[in-house]
């Protein structure tokens, strides 16, 4: 099994109250990857500028990521993005983006990509998703995130990237931007309405909550004390979640059991992914600590008298 991601890979410049990092490694497609690495095979797809070192491609390649599709556009910059957080961490402030290599790329996916049978188009431009979902055609699973800026500014292609999807994995706020609905059940039920069989809400630290239309189910945050930087907890999350549904040959039809399994993994993954900045725990991340920290959240939801 295999799993393909294209989303930004990006310089992120980030101050939260517990500290800052200039530059340091990120975008959607690199914390998804360092995440689902964990569970099954990962191609990254997407553009770097000429100031993207080997270095960081080897932080990527010794976690097992596949970087063939990493394409150095000579002359250009890579995607760069700053942002703050204040107290409330469950909410970013955007302070600048630079698509700067994203704004002409033009995906090209070797074999290995386009034969994935799992796909997360991570947070970018619609188009560009869409034309990464035409390029893998025997994808089982294809997923989707994207954020208020798309929202915004190219809402109807987003929508018809939606629709070419079967799991959109959205901020509980971006849901009701997109739909309208202010309740998050009508709001879900109206993304399903665009085409996708399952819906992801994630709701920061109060943890994620899964439409289908078998039914629902929502899992808490793990409570982290140390909790420094929450960028890529999204990303982690959809890692943990597509990377175990791919490990298991689930497709799109997976049903609750296994869905409720990868909602656990997806927030394992992200509780990780918060106590440090950017990709840095992630990094150091073993399967060990994955695991018992699964048991800790069997515990901790656990809730029969027995
Ligand atoms: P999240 O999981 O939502 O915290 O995603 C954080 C990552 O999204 C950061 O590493 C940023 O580089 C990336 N990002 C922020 N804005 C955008 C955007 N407009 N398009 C693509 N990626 C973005």
């Known amino acids: 099994m295999s799993l393909t991601v294209v989303g930004s890979i990006a310089f992120d410049s980030v101050r939260t109250p517990f500290g800052e990092r200039e530059r340091m490694l990120g975008g959607s497609a690199v914390h998804f990857a360092l995440a689902a690495t964990m569970f099954s095979e990962v191609h990254v797809v997407g553009p770097v500028g000429d100031d993207f070192g080997e270095e960081h491609l080897d932080l990527l390649r010794e976690r097992g990521v596949d970087v063939a599709d990493v394409e150095r556009v000579p002359g250009g910059e890579t995607f760069f993005w700053a942002g703050h957080y204040e107290h409330d961490l469950n909410v970013a402030h955007t302070d600048d983006t630079q698509l700067n290599v994203f704004g002409e790329f033009e995906p090209k996916l070797s074999d290995a990509s386009r034969s994935a049978d799992t796909l997360f188009l991570g947070n970018i431009q619609p188009e560009l998703q869409r034309r990464v979902r035409a390029?893998?055609?025997?994808?089982?699973?294809?997923?989707?995130?994207?954020?208020?800026?798309?929202?915004?500014?190219?809402?109807?292609?987003?929508?018809?990237?939606?629709?070419?999807?079967?799991?959109?994995?959205?901020?509980?706020?971006?849901?009701?931007?997109?739909?309208?609905?202010?309740?998050?059940?009508?709001?879900?039920?109206?993304?399903?309405?665009?085409?996708?069989?399952?819906v992801v809400a994630k709701r920061g630290e109060y943890g994620a909550a899964l439409f289908t239309e078998h039914g629902f189910f929502a899992l808490p945050g793990l409570l982290i004390e140390d909790v420094r930087d929450p960028t890529g907890a999204g990303d982690s999350f959809a890692?943990?979640?597509l990377g175990y549904l791919d490990r298991e040959g689930a497709g799109a039809d997976a049903g609750l059991p296994s869905l409720r399994r990868a909602m656990a993994y997806g927030t394992v993954l992200a509780s990780f992914n918060v106590e440090d900045f950017g990709t840095e725990r992630i990094l150091r991340l073993s399967p060990d600590e994955v695991e018992a920290r699964l048991a800790e959240l069997e515990a901790l939801t656990r809730i029969s008298a027995s």
């Open 135 to 198: 390029a893998c055609d025997r994808t089982s699973l294809a997923a989707l995130d994207s954020m208020n800026l798309w929202i915004a500014t190219a809402r109807e292609s987003l929508v018809a990237a939606i629709g070419e999807v079967d799991c959109v994995m959205l901020n509980d706020a971006e849901i009701r931007e997109l739909t309208g609905e202010a309740n998050l059940a009508r709001g879900a039920r109206a993304v399903m309405g665009l085409g996708p069989r399952i």
């Open 239 to 241: 890692g943990g979640f």
